[in-house]
């Protein structure tokens, strides 16, 4: 079975700039999440889908992050401008909705450079 | 609101010893109980996880956790560590109905020596 496919793996860019991560999920999950996993700490949750809608984006800093998933499928998350605090490593995860949750399979993850 | 904090930052142990990662959990309602692993440029790969019946649970690797309820805590253990056992390790809850997201603690960065 295929895993979470997350590009790019590496991504450096100035502040102020624009960026995009793409992330396909396994086949066949329908609830995607994106985290964001800073130098020293646990993965935090920046939104997560269910299909193509938003189940909770509470946590995301909407003012510059903005995510979709157009078609309950593959996502996109950007940054629009950049900080340098957004420096971090991007995951993506999926899990299948059966009747209960069962466990999230994650991405090798985007690592973001902000300088 | 829903936390989980790993006490120990940083662990360093030598080959064979026995490991005890510490994992306690604040959250509302009954849970599931995870532990991940992120081996050095790998991705997070689950280690095993908690969902109800017997409160301790075996996972990959020879590793086991227990769920004590009364204290929140889902300890991860493992008799006597490897080399290849190096890595991060994290804990990880969400709520045992509905699609809930996981929240993860901090990390454990565990250093095996030889």
Redesign the interface.
């Given at each position: 079975e295929a895993?979470?496919a997350q590009s790019p793996r590496y991504k450096i860019i100035e502040k102020r700039q624009s960026v995009a991560f793409w992330c396909n999920p396994i086949s066949g999950h329908a609830?995607l999440?994106w985290?964001q996993q800073i130098l020293?700490?646990?993965?935090?949750?920046l939104i997560?889908f269910?299909n193509n809608g938003v189940?909770?984006d509470s946590q995301l800093p909407k003012d510059r992050f903005s995510a979709e998933r157009l078609k309950g499928v593959d996502s996109t998350l950007k940054i629009q401008p950049a900080k340098l605090e957004d420096s971090a490593v991007y995951?993506c995860?999926s899990?299948y909705?059966g009747r209960?949750?069962?466990?999230?399979?994650?991405?090798?993850?985007t690592r973001l450079t902000v300088v | 609101a829903q936390s989980v904090s790993q006490h120990n930052h940083h662990v360093i142990l030598s080959e064979a010893a026995s490991l005890e990662l510490g994992c306690n959990y604040s959250y509302g309602g009954t849970v599931n109980l995870f532990w991940y692993v992120q081996y050095p440029g790998q991705h997070l790969q689950l280690l095993l996880k908690y969902f109800s019946g017997d409160p301790l649970v075996k996972g990959i690797k020879g590793f086991e956790a227990e769920f004590i309820k009364s204290k929140f805590s889902f300890n991860l253990r493992k008799p006597s560590v490897q080399w290849s056992d190096t890595a991060e390790y994290f804990c990880a809850v969400n709520g045992h109905s509905g699609n809930t997201p996981l929240v993860f603690g901090k990390g454990t960065r565990l250093s095996v020596i030889a």
């Open positions: 895993g979470v609830t999440y985290y020293g700490q646990g993965p935090k949750l997560q269910q189940v909770d995951l995860a899990s909705i209960r949750f069962t466990e999230a399979f994650f991405g090798q993850g | -």
